[in-house]
C-alpha cells in the first residue's frame, strides 16, 4: 500500500512538472492550442462522448440540471454506492442525490449511461453583478457515440417529464377554496388556499378491492393520457359522479384520489357564484393537474331556499337546485344566474379545453334527483356508487383500526359478520365510530361490531327492509327515519326534512360509464 502511495505521489509531480514545463516553454495561446488538439484526438478516438449540465449557464439558472438532479433523485434503476440525502424547503419528502464529485449508472431503454457530478470551488469575484453560488456544480453525462441521437432525443426528454412530476408529488398540495366568491385577493386570484395534508387514501378507503381497482387504473389512466387524449381530439378531463349515503366515503375517495395522483383540489361552493360568467372565471384560475369538487350538487345552487329554511344545505330536501326543471333556467327567485347548462359548458362544452388536465368530481346523496343532462354520457365519465359496507371493506376497516388481518379473526365469527353485514346496512363511517371507540381492545371492537351489526340487521328485518323483501317505498321511510335520528344528533334544532337515500340499491353498480 506505501509502494503504491509513494508511486503515485511521484506520478503526480512528474505530471506538475510537465504542466510548467509546458508553461515555460510555450506562450498561453500555444498551450491551449496544445491541450485543445489533444483534447480532440483522445475524443476521436474514444468511443464515449460527453454532454455538461452545468448549474449555471451565465449568470442565470440552468433548469436542466435541477431536473437531473430531481430524476438522479428518484430513478428506480439507478445504482450507486454513495448517495447525499436532502430534503428541499415545503417538501415532505426526503430525496437522495448524487453525492459530490461521485459518479452513478443508469439505464434507459436499454443503454446505459454514466452520470458524474462535478464540484468545484468558483474562483473569487471581485466584483460582480449577481451573487454566484461558491462552488461550480455541473453533471457529466457520459454516453456511447452511436447512442448519441437517442439520447438527445429522447432520453433528455424523459428526464425532464419525470422530473416535473417528481416535483409535483414531492411538493405539498394545496386545497383551494372560493369562500368569498369570486372577489380577487392581492394577488388577483379568486381562490384561497390551505395547505392540503388529508390522510386519506386508496389502501385506507373502505370499499370494494375490484370496485377500487378499477377507479386506481381509470385515474392511471387519464394521468398518462396525454397523447391518447391528444389522438382522439378530446379535451384532457375526466368526470367522476360519486353517489351514495353519507358516511360512505365520497369525501374520503376525493382525497385519495388527490393524494394518489399528487393533485390539488379546488373545492368549488356554488352557493358563493353568483353568475356564469363568475364562474368561469373561477375555473379559468384553477391550474392543470388539479381535481375540482362540487360536493352535494343535488343541493348547491338555490341558496335563498336554503337560507330561508335555515336548515343545512346538504338535507334541504326543498332545494331544487340543479334538480331537473332547474335545467339551463335562470335562477331568478334568488338573484343566482348561475345555470346547470353554464356548469356543463366548463366539463363538457368549449370552455372543458381551458386548462388541461382536470378531474371533476361531483358528489350526490341523491342520484336521482339529478338533471338527466348531468348524467348523460361524456358528462360524468364513471358513476361511483358509495354504498354501505360489505365484507370485503369491513375487512379493510378492520386492518386499518385495529391492525388485524383476515386470518387472524376467528372462521366462525368471520361468518356472522358475514352473514349479519349486508343486511345492517351500516356505513363506514358508523363502523368506523364503533372501532374508534373500542380499539385499545381488539377482542373487545370486534365482539362490540358484531353485536352492533346484529342489531341492526334484527332492526331492518323488523322494519321489513331487507333489500328483496319489500317494496322500495317502506325502504325509503326506514331510511329516512334513520337519517333524521342521525341529523337530529349532528344539527340540533335544525328541523331539516330529510330526503330519501336510496343506499345505491336501485343502481346497477357496476355503474362504470366509461367513454
Ligand atoms: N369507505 C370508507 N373508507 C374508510 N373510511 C370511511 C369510508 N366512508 C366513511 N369513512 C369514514 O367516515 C368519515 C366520513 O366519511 P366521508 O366524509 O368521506 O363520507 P361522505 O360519503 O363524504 O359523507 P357525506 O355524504 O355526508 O358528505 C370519514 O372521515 C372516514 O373516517
Ligand atoms: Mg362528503
Known amino acids: 500500500m506505501r509502494e503504491f502511495w509513494t508511486s503515485l505521489a511521484s506520478l503526480m509531480g512528474v505530471f506538475a512538472f510537465c504542466q510548467s514545463l509546458l508553461s515555460i516553454i510555450f506562450p498561453p ?14 475524443n476521436h478516438f474514444s468511443s464515449y462522448c460527453y454532454f455538461d449540465i452545468t448549474e449555471m449557464d451565465g449568470v442565470s439558472t440552468n433548469e436542466l440540471y435541477s431536473a437531473v438532479q430531481l430524476y438522479l433523485s428518484s430513478s428506480a434503476s439507478i445504482s450507486g454506492s454513495r448517495l447525499s440525502l436532502t430534503r428541499a424547503v415545503n417538501s415532505s419528502a426526503i430525496t437522495f442525490g448524487l453525492a459530490n464529485n461521485d459518479t452513478l449508472v443508469d439505464t434507459f431503454n436499454g443503454v446505459t449511461v454514466q452520470w458524474e457530478h462535478i464540484v468545484t ?42 422530473s416535473a412530476e417528481i416535483r409535483r408529488k ?14 380577487l385577493d392581492s394577488r388577483g386570484h379568486p381562490w384561497e388556499a390551505v395547505l392540503f395534508k388529508h390522510p386519506s387514501t386508496f389502501e385506507t378507503l373502505a370499499m370494494d378491492p375490484k370496485k377500487k381497482s378499477d377507479i386506481m387504473e381509470d385515474l392511471r389512466d387519464f394521468a398518462s393520457g396525454k397523447l391518447f387524449y391528444q389522438k382522439t381530439g378530446r379535451a384532457w378531463k375526466r368526470g367522476y359522479l360519486l353517489y351514495g349515503p353519507p358516511g360512505t366515503g365520497k369525501s374520503s375517495m376525493i382525497a385519495a384520489m ?18 356564469n360568467s363568475e364562474l368561469r372565471k373561477l375555473l379559468m384560475k384553477t391550474s392543470a393537474k388539479s381535481i375540482i369538487v362540487i360536493e352535494d350538487i343535488d343541493c348547491s345552487i338555490n341558496l335563498t331556499n336554503r337560507k330561508k329554511s335555515g336548515t343545512n344545505s346538504r338535507y334541504d330536501s326543498s332545494s331544487p337546485s340543479l334538480q331537473s326543471g332547474m335545467r339551463g ?7 343566482n344566474s348561475i345555470t346547470l347548462s353554464g356548469l356543463l359548458n366548463f366539463t363538457d362544452g368549449l370552455w372543458s379545453c381551458c386548462g ?12 336521482d334527483k339529478l338533471d338527466p343532462a348531468l348524467l348523460r354520457s361524456g358528462r360524468m365519465d364513471m358513476h361511483i356508487c358509495m354504498s354501505h359496507c360489505s365484507l370485503p371493506a369491513l375487512k379493510i376497516l378492520m386492518k386499518n383500526y385495529l391492525g388485524l388481518e383476515e386470518g387472524e379473526i376467528e372462521e366462525t365469527v368471520m361468518r356472522q359478520f358475514e352473514e349479519v353485514i349486508e343486511k345492517a346496512e351500516m356505513t363506514p363511517a358508523d363502523l368506523s365510530e364503533v372501532l374508534i371507540r373500542n380499539r385499545r381492545d381488539k377482542d373487545k371492537a370486534v365482539r362490540e361490531l358484531l353485536e352492533e351489526l346484529k342489531r341492526r340487521a334484527v332492526r331492518s328485518r323488523k322494519k321489513g327492509m331487507i333489500p328483496g323483501e319489500q317494496n322500495s317505498s317502506e325502504m325509503e321511510e326506514a331510511v329516512e327515519e334513520e337519517e333524521q335520528e342521525k341529523r337530529a344528533l349532528e344539527i340540533p334544532k335544525a328541523g ?20
Open 356 to 367: 388541461s388536465e382536470r378531474i371533476f368530481v361531483f358528489t350526490t346523496n341523491h342520484k
Open 258 to 275: 388527490a393524494n394518489y395522483l399528487g393533485y390539488d383540489i379546488y373545492d368549488l361552493e356554488l352557493t358563493e357564484v353568483n353568475s
Open 170 to 183: 414531492n411538493q405539498d398540495r394545496y386545497l383551494y377554496t372560493n369562500s368569498k366568491g369570486a372577489s
Open 496 to 515: 331539516s326534512e330529510d330526503e330519501i337515500i336510496d343506499g345505491c340499491s336501485d343502481d346497477n353498480d357496476g355503474d362504470k360509464k366509461k367513454n
Open 29 to 42: 495561446e500555444l498551450r491551449f492550442a496544445i491541450i485543445k488538439t489533444f483534447t480532440r484526438l483522445s
Open 329 to 335: 333556467g335562470r335562477n331568478e327567485e334568488c338573484g
Open 121 to 162: 470551488q468558483r474562483q473569487s469575484q471581485s466584483f460582480s453583478w449577481s451573487s454566484m453560488p461558491e462552488e461550480k456544480r455541473g453533471f457529466i453525462l457520459r454516453v456511447k457515440k452511436s447512442q448519441k441521437a437517442m439520447i438527445l432525443n429522447s432520453y433528455l426528454d424523459h428526464i425532464t417529464d419525470r
